[in-house]
């Protein structure tokens, strides 16, 4: 589990750095970034195809899955208009 918090925020920090900005997508990245690195791990282990593990971690595998959530969250997220643009429901 602590291997999981580890490379999720290794890969979230630099996936936040290569943008270049935190923005109001931070908690979803993070969270994406969690979810992808257990279910990179799992698909490691299943595969079976793992140049580099810790133990019965797959890091490779980890990473990989931790950086396609964020990109699946990040392109999710800009489909979604900011606040400032949405119809006022209330009417």
Avoid: C, K
């Avoid at 999981?4 to 970034?33: K, Y």
């Avoid at 195809?49 to 990040?74: C, F, K, N, W």
């Amino acid at each position: 589990m602590l291997l999981t918090a580890l490379v999720a925020a290794i890969n979230l920090a630099g996936f936040i750095a290569l943008r270049g900005r935190w923005g109001r997508v931070a908690l979803p990245l993070a969270i994406a970034a969690v979810l992808g690195t257990v279910a990179g791990d799992a698909v490691g282990a299943r595969t079976g195809l793992e140049p580099i593990r810790l133990g019965d971690y797959h890091l490779v595998a980890a990473s990989v899955g931790a950086q396609l959530a964020m990109l699946v969250t990040l392109l999710l997220t800009a489909l979604v208009p900011p606040a400032a643009d949405r119809p006022d429901r209330r009417r």
